[in-house]
């Protein structure tokens, strides 16, 4: 079987093509820019008006370089749907002084940027260069998708998702989705349509980045010999943090990063361990939440990936960098295939 998993992060893409053929260890692995970060690039490059087509993605970058493109006096233009990029709410997208496409103008002169959190056309014609076949039985993809509903906030709506996910203990690899995808998931359902409209006609298997890391985690060769232990992505905007026992989430927690000392971060760690943390707690410190079903005996090892994971270093905590197939950057792939072997 060949499998082809990307992870979409913040600061890079990274992407296994795994053959059940060879070691996990001979994949061919690329850690590229995450998408948000070159068409950023793009736009700095640009010396004209822009005219923004394509989909929904992660965003990152991409709203600062338009403004700043914007105060240089050049228009902005944005189809419907990518400009949800911005904001789920199109009126507060126009409140930036960004323009909604209109079928009667002419945009013509206008540079085009596409938007997307794939490129597979891209990702084939860089492959295909080095004799590598895109030819795949699976495709998985990671991206953080908050979710969106009109009526609630962005991390008040994805915590929701979580707690409602982890009513009871569960396998990390029960967070992938196919058919079942929820249509609030609209960065999620963005990829999918351009999987589709890119001629790809299996459903993709679809999972969110901070639980393909989780899962990915969980098949470290040191995690692998644990039965109580913590696994903690520390990325560059949020930390998602979850106990494990007897193989299955008791609990989770979830904050942004740059709220984080290393103080705060062993503290909710430890009770996390507990069972004593509190949505509460995380909440008011500017997180996304806590949610906990059961205490776990002890904290064997504390399991940590992502690229602000150094900050673990600085607690008391007896921590373990994973590195699942001997590459710590891997964590989210490994997740994605392991999550689709079941």
């Not at 960004?98 to 860089?126: A, H, Q, R």
């Not at 560059?236 to 979830?254: C, L, P």
């Not at 992502?306 to 710590?328: F, Q, S, Y």
Request: with cysteine.
């Amino acid at each position: 079987m060949r499998i082809l998993a990307i992870d979409v992060g913040t600061g890079t893409q990274d992407m296994m093509i795994y053959d059940s053929e060879k070691e996990l260890e001979n994949a061919i692995k690329l850690v590229l820019p995450s998408p948000h970060l070159y068409i950023s690039q793009q736009i700095r490059e640009i010396e004209n008006d822009i005219y923004f087509e394509g989909e929904i993605m992660g965003g990152g970058k991409i709203k600062r370089s338009i403004l700043e493109h914007m105060d240089k006096g050049y228009n902005v233009v944005m189809e419907p749907v990518c400009a949800k990029t911005i904001r789920d709410n199109l009126e507060q997208v126009k409140s930036f002084g960004i323009e909604l496409s209109d079928d009667s103008k002419d945009y013509s002169t206008y540079s085009k940027i596409s938007m997307g959190d794939i490129n597979i056309t891209k990702l084939s014609k860089f492959l295909l260069g080095y004799d590598l076949e895109f030819d795949f039985d699976e495709i998985a993809i990671a991206v953080q998708d908050h979710g969106y509903n009109e009526n609630m906030g962005d991390r008040d709506f994805r915590f929701e998702k979580i707690r409602e996910k982890i009513s009871e203990p569960i396998s990390p690899l029960e967070f992938g989705f196919r058919d079942n995808l929820p249509e609030y998931l609209t960065r999620m359902q963005a990829v999918r349509r351009i999987l589709k409209n890119e001629g790809i006609t299996k459903t993709p298997l679809l999972m969110d980045t901070k639980f393909a890391s989780i899962a990915g985690m969980c098949f470290d060769e040191v995690a692998k010999k644990l039965n109580s232990f913590i696994v903690i992505d520390i990325g560059n905007g949020h930390t998602t943090a979850a106990s494990i026992e007897d193989g299955k989430i008791q609990g989770v927690f979830e904050h942004h990063t740059s709220s984080l000392t290393d103080e705060s971060l062993e503290r909710y760690i430890k009770r996390l361990a507990s069972g004593e943390i509190t949505n509460e707690e995380v909440y008011n410190d500017h997180g996304h939440g806590a949610h906990v079903l059961n205490p776990i005996s002890k904290i064997e090892r504390v399991i940590v990936s992502g690229p602000k994971r150094e900050l673990i270093e600085k607690t008391n905590l007896d921590w373990h960098h994973a590195a699942p197939g001997g590459d710590v950057m891997m964590t989210g792939t490994i997740g994605l295939i392991k999550t689709i072997q079941g």
